[in-house]
């Protein structure tokens, strides 16, 4: 049960939420706006015509009421010893639960905020829309951090320079 609500909690982070959050417009980079809030130990910098979104501990934005495509980022505890391999593979059952036709078309090693990731990049249905998902996870102070941007199949694509935006500009506190 407790992997559920964990599932649950972030496919519906992953939708766009519609309350406003704390912003610092001086530190973001050319094109982009700072969203954060006082709860967390990250800065998240999402394209300037993006809505913030914050909920307690999730931060996020999404890109308009036509197009869906969202951001979060999200922080768990991990269990001492554990890898970002053996966090996906768990993550991996729990997304199973709640989506459907799960296909993962890649997986690559990055940097999230200066820490070593893995971007994982999948495609599932969840009723009758399929989505596209980018995961860039970390271990940095015994948390896996989760970046997901998560948009409609067919609106990905033209949003693939936002999302390496996203995860280059990225930074711990």
Request: charged share 20%; with cysteine.
């Amino acid at each position: 049960m407790k992997k559920l609500a964990f599932i649950m909690a972030l496919i519906l982070a992953s939708l766009p939420l519609l309350v406003s959050c704390s912003n610092n417009e001086d530190e973001a980079p050319d094109g982009m706006k700072l969203v954060t809030n006082d709860i967390v130990n990250y800065k998240l910098y999402v394209p300037e015509t993006w809505t913030e979104s914050i909920s307690t501990g999730v931060v996020g934005a999404y890109c308009s009421n036509s197009d869906i495509t969202n951001v979060t980022v999200m922080a768990w505890n991990v269990e001492s010893g554990e890898t970002l391999d053996t966090w996906w593979e768990k993550a991996q059952t729990d997304f199973n639960i709640i989506l459907d036709d799960m296909q993962l078309s890649s997986t690559e090693t990055t940097t999230l905020g200066g820490v070593a990731a893995n971007k994982y990049s999948y495609t599932a249905k969840l009723g009758e829309n399929e989505y596209s998902f980018v995961q860039v996870a970390c271990l940095h102070w015994s948390m896996v951090y989760v970046l997901t941007v998560t948009s409609l199949t067919d609106l990905i694509g033209s949003h693939t320079e936002d999302i390496e935006d996203m995860i280059t500009y990225f930074e711990f506190d």
